[in-house]
């Protein structure tokens, strides 16, 4: 499943990302703040906007916004 399709208030573990989808600059950003392969994450809430935009992210003690299609790069698995 993708990053973007995980409910809310659920741990996931990213087990792959699709650097190609994302900009270089993009991908810089989000490997800086520890958005990478292995990191644990949970979706903290979505955003009102058309296509749910932006998404709060939970990584580690911080919160993150990020696009619906940077999320849609990102595999993850659900955690016990």
Known sequence: MTLDALPPRRRARITAVD???????EATRLQALGIDTGAEVEIAHR?????????ALSV???TVALRRMHARAMSVEELA
């Open 47 to 55: 955003g009102i906007f058309v296509g749910k935009d932006p998404i």
């Open 60 to 62: 580690g003690r911080m």
């Open 19 to 25: 650097w190609g989808l994302l900009a270089p600059e």
